[in-house]
Structures are given as structure tokens and as C-alpha cells.
């Protein structure tokens, strides 16, 4: 190739927009509260004005994240869901609110949520509407659909993917990223586009994924019952292989919203949804009430060391290890600083069960000795060793969840004053 030559060619790379995300955002799983399944698309503010798609939920939700202590532990994004926007663009072809659930507009609200020390996330859609039949971001429509949402201040764009094609997902979901590139304002970016694809290869190119998206729903809309949570889990363990080296820093399997604090999940369960949410390092976005969730849903969901776990800064997704024929399957996410976690779930619907087992059975190094932190009871085991035989007891579709320590490290961690690292509840 002559010097002209690789000009030309160094031109025409030059040019051709960054395909990557590059935005350096959620190196942990983003955290925060999204309005759909709990609230829907529940667009009657006259008999239901606390409850419907309106300026005053998200509001509301915000002083909610804000005085209860669940900014502080991380929870910090406020995300719309479909159902927002007027019917019809503007003049100008620009998205508008519905103008009279959201009059002060978009704006206003991200400045609300902003001045609470809150991040505001908004949904779209690549295709002619919304799930919900709401004005769509079409291929045309994309820079400036991007444009507008960073105008308004907004922090995370969920797209969707109702009403168009894969070969229209195949360019819109790229251009969307370099779009939201474009604007230069800092906007995580959740893609729909797995989940309408059937969430696995070759149809599905996580590689792909993993460049131009911080997270991805690959799989069906969560629903409000253990039915719904079990069918998730099964199809994301099922498929393990496939999904767990496509999460890391910066970009998110997302098996779909948190659905504690509703009406569909007993306690067992809500704990179960928790831990596995969290083996399987997901976002933890909430959908229920704050305003009047009870404090057992609280507690689960404002539980220091399953949060710390679920942001631990390797960002590695845990696998389920052992399926038993008893029922009782197990899961393991390593950690950094050679911790690890484990859950013990029951499948069983008799009664809770003994479970014995050894860390030798479950792969862990032998020889070694662990200080284990049961993750909900804070109960402390120390020095157990590989070889130690245990029993745990699952109550039925329940966990148990233990966070492991390697005791060697434990000791060289120790401060001056011996005070160990184990977090303490
Ligand atoms: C799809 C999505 C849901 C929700 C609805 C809104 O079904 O998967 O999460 O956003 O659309 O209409």
C-alpha cells in the first residue's frame, strides 16, 4: 500500500464513529427504583392520583430513596417506565410529556431528583411505539431523541424494542449508543434488544452487547409472583454458560426488576429473590411502594452485606454449582479479596430441610480455613475448614446465604487493634 493509500484508509477509520460505549458508567450494578411493574401503565390520575404515571409518583419515590435510607446504601436511581409522553411529538418532532401528569416537565423532575442527590432514568422505545403505544423512537429519530433526553438532564435510558425488526434493533441499538456518546452527557444505557432476540447466540452477539450497553434484559417481563421469579431463574442458570462471562464492570446481565414488597412473594421468597438477584450480580432495581412498604421488605432489601456483595468491584456473576436431587441447589459468586458467597435455595415445598454438605464438596481449595457471615441472620461461623462437614436449614423456597471469608487472609487484614474485617450487621 502506497503512502496515499493509507491515508485514505487511515481517513475512512478515522471517521467512523466510536463503536464502543466508552461512558465509564456502572462498574457495578446499577442500583435504584423503576416504576413498571409495580405501577404499570396506570395512566388514571383521577381516581388514582397517588398510583398513576405521574410527576408526583416519581417525586414522591425520590423524598422516599432520599429520607429512608436507601440513597445512602446505594439505591440512587429514580427510572421512569413507558407511559410517560404525550401521545404525539411536538412541532418540532421532539418527545413531550403528557402534559398534564408530568406539567412541569421532564426537566423539572430530573432537577427534583438531582437536587436529592438522585439520578433520573427514562424509558423509550426503538420502533414506531412504545409496548405500551406511546410515541416510538424511530431509526430517523434517534440523535434526536438522544439529544433531548440529555437536555432534560436525564441519567439512564432504558430502550425498548416493541414495533420494529432485528435488522432495524441491529442498527438502532448501536446508533442509540454512539447517539447517547454524542451528547457528551454521562447516560447509562439499558438495552431491551437481547430479550427480543430469545436472549441467546448466535442470534445474540454478548460480545456486541457488552460494547454498547451497560446492561441488557435478555429474558421475559417479571411478573408479580414466585411463578414468574422461578421461571427467571431457571432459564438464566439453564443458560449460565452463555450469560455469566457476558457481565462484568460497565456492562450487566439484567434478569428484570425487584419485585419485594408487592403481593406476589411470600417473605422466603422475597429473601430468595434477593440472594439469587444478587449471585447473579443484577441490578437492583426496585418496583413496589415505598411509601408503604413494611419493614420485613425493608429490611431484605436494605441488607448492608447482600448489597456489598451485590456490588462487590470484580463484578464477576456467580453460577449455580449443585442441583440436588433433593431440591436443594446451590450457588456460588466469587468476590474480591478472595471472598465468596454461597446460597443454599430450596426448591421443597414440605418443610425446612437439613442440607449437609462440606466446602470440599462445593470445590473450595483444600486445606484452607473460612470465617463465614450468614448474609440475613449475621450469625458468625468461625474457621471453618474445607474438610468441616455443616448442615444448613433451608426453610421451603427459601435460602440460606453465607458470605466466606479465607481466614489466613482475615488474619493479615487485621488492623493494629485486631479488629477484624468481617462486616459486621
Ligand atoms: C416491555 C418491557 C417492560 C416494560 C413494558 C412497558 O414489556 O419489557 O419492562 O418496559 O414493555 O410497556
Known amino acids: 500500500m502506497g503512502v496515499p493509500a493509507v491515508v485514505a484508509v487511515l481517513a475512512v477509520v478515522l471517521a467512523l464513529p466510536a463503536r464502543g460505549l466508552e461512558n465509564g458508567l456502572a462498574r457495578t450494578p446499577p442500583m435504584g427504583w423503576l416504576a413498571w411493574e409495580r405501577f404499570r401503565c396506570n395512566v388514571n390520575c383521577r381516581e388514582e392520583p397517588h398510583q398513576c404515571i405521574s410527576e408526583m409518583l416519581f417525586m414522591e419515590m425520590a423524598d422516599r430513596l432520599a429520607e429512608d435510607g436507601w440513597r445512602e446504601l446505594g439505591y440512587k436511581y429514580i427510572n421512569i417506565d413507558d407511559c410517560w409522553a404525550a401521545k404525539q411529538r411536538d412541532a418540532e418532532e421532539r418527545l413531550v410529556p403528557d402534559p398534564e401528569r408530568f406539567p412541569r416537565g421532564i426537566k423539572a423532575l430530573a432537577d427534583y431528583v438531582h437536587a436529592r442527590g438522585l439520578k433520573l432514568g ?14 416510538g423512537t424511530t431509526l430517523d429519530r434517534v440523535e434526536q431523541d438522544a439529544r433531548t433526553f440529555a437536555e432534560w438532564g436525564v441519567d439512564m435510558l432504558k430502550l425498548d424494542g416493541c414495533y420494529s425488526s432485528g435488522k432495524e434493533q441491529a442498527q438502532g441499538y448501536p446508533k442509540m449508543a454512539r447517539a447517547l456518546n454524542a451528547t457528551g452527557r454521562p447516560i447509562i444505557y439499558s438495552c431491551s434488544w437481547p430479550a427480543y432476540q430469545g436472549g441467546l447466540p448466535p442470534k445474540v452477539n454478548y ?24 421461571s ?46 444478587t449471585i447473579m450480580a443484577a441490578p437492583l432495581l426496585m418496583s413496589t411502594d415505598l411509601r408503604t412498604i413494611l419493614p420485613s421488605a425493608k429490611e431484605i432489601l436494605q441488607n448492608r452485606l447482600m448489597i456489598q456483595i451485590n456490588q462487590d468491584p470484580l463484578g464477576i456473576q456467580g453460577r449455580r454449582i449443585i442441583k440436588e436431587k433433593s431440591h436443594i441447589e446451590v450457588f456460588l459468586r466469587p468476590l474480591s479479596q ?4 454461597l446460597v443454599f435455595f430450596s426448591r421443597r415445598t414440605d418443610m425446612p430441610f437439613r442440607y449437609t454438605t462440606s466446602l470440599a464438596k462445593l470445590g473450595f481449595p483444600e486445606g484452607a480455613a473460612y470465617e463465614v457471615q450468614d448474609v440475613y441472620s449475621g450469625k458468625i461461623i468461625s474457621g471453618l475448614k474445607t474438610g468441616d462437614n455443616f448442615t444448613v436449614i433451608i426453610n421451603p423456597s427459601g435460602v440460606v446465604m453465607w458470605y466466606l ?13 485486631g479488629t477484624s474485617r468481617l462486616p459486621l450487621l
Open 122 to 135: 427514562i424509558y423509550g422505545d426503538l420502533g414506531t411505539l412504545t409496548c405500551g403505544g406511546y410515541p
Open 207 to 230: 460480545t456486541l452487547l457488552g460494547e454498547i450497553c451497560n446492561l441488557w434484559r435478555n429474558y421475559d417481563d417479571i411478573q408479580d409472583s414466585w411463578d414468574s421469579v422461578l
Open 232 to 277: 427467571i431463574v431457571d432459564w438464566f442458570f439453564t443458560n449460565q454458560d452463555v450469560l455469566q462471562p457476558a457481565a462484568g464492570p460497565g456492562h450487566w446481565n439484567d434478569p428484570d426488576m425487584l419485585i419485594i414488597g408487592n403481593f406476589g412473594l411470600s417473605y422466603e421468597q422475597s429473601r430468595s429473590q434477593m440472594a439469587l438477584w
Open 338 to 341: 478472595a471472598a465468596s458467597a
Open 405 to 417: 471469608c479465607p481466614k489466613a487472609q482475615l488474619i493479615q487484614q487485621q488492623g493494629p487493634r
